[in-house]
Nanobody
């Protein structure tokens, strides 16, 4: 079992920055895939940025060059630095973790944190 706690959302003007944090209840060394999804009103949840194993990352095309995912293993925390924010980045951002044990995977989600980009 894994609990994921997000923080850092809020209201920001276009062009501004925010940093989201996701802290895991267990060591992130034991998590195979971890990162961020988002869901805007009326839209499906979509991938934003992930650590996919071996230190590799995967970003949505819409955030490349603006968002950066990082991790602090000692704090069991993954961050999402969001720069040059646009109104279309407005969404609830969810932390995601996938653990694979004996070829079976389990997916965990945080409670979500609201990001609103508006002037």
């Amino acid at each position: 079992q894994v609990q994921l706690v997000e923080s850092g959302g809020g209201l920001v003007q276009p062009g501004g920055s925010l940093r989201l944090s996701c802290t895991s209840s267990r060591s992130i060394f034991s998590i195979n895939v971890m990162g961020w999804y988002r869901q805007a009103p009326g839209k499906q949840r979509e991938l934003v940025a992930l650590f996919t194993g071996g230190g590799n990352t995967n970003y949505a095309d819409s955030v490349k060059g603006r968002f950066t995912i990082t991790r602090d293993n000692a704090k069991n925390t993954v961050y999402l630095q969001m720069n040059s924010l646009k109104p279309e980045d407005t969404a609830v951002y969810y932390c995601n973790a996938v653990i694979v044990v004996l070829a079976a995977s389990r997916t965990y989600w945080g409670q979500g944190t609201q990001v609103t980009v508006s002037s």
